[in-house]
C-alpha cells in the first residue's frame, strides 16, 4: 500500500494463499506468477459477492476512473505485452484486479 495523490494505492504480491473452494491446490499468487492491482477499484465478483465491498461503486465499468483496470487501458497493455492474462475477461465472476501469467 501506498499513497499516490492522496490516495491509497495497493500494487503488490498477495502472500501465498490456497484457492478457497474446490480440491486443495495453490493460487498462481502463492508462485508468483499473479498479481492484484489497486483492489477496491477493481474488485472481484463472486456469487454475486463484491470483494473487498468497499468496491462497490467500481463495478459499474462504463466510466473509467482512476486506478481502474479498462480492457484496453495501461494496466492490460502493460500486462498483455508481458504475456500476461486480466481477470475482468471472465464474465461469470470477473476478477478485475488479477493479472496472471498462467491466465488462470
Ligand atoms: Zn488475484
Known amino acids: ?35 492484484d492491482v489497486n483492489p477496491v477499484e477493481n474488485p472481484y465478483v463472486e456469487g454475486g459477492a463484491v470483494q473487498p465491498a468497499a468496491g462497490q461503486p467500481f463495478l459499474d465499468r462504463s466510466q473509467a476512473r482512476p486506478g481502474m483496470a479498462e480492457p484496453d487501458g495501461v494496466l492490460n497493455r502493460a500486462f498483455r505485452a508481458a504475456g500476461w492474462q486480466w481477470g475482468g475477461r471472465w464474465t461469470a465472476t470477473p476478477d478485475y484486479q488479477h493479472f496472471s501469467a498462467t491466465g488462470g
Do not use: C, K, N, Y
Request: net charge neutral; aromatic share 6%; charged share 15%.
Open 1 to 35: 500500500m501506498t499513497e499516490v495523490d492522496g490516495r491509497r494505492q495497493h500494487v503488490g504480491l498477495q502472500l501465498p494463499d490456497a484457492v478457497a473452494t474446490g480440491p486443495p491446490r495453490w493460487s498462481a499468487h502463492a508462485f508468483g506468477t499473479a498479481i
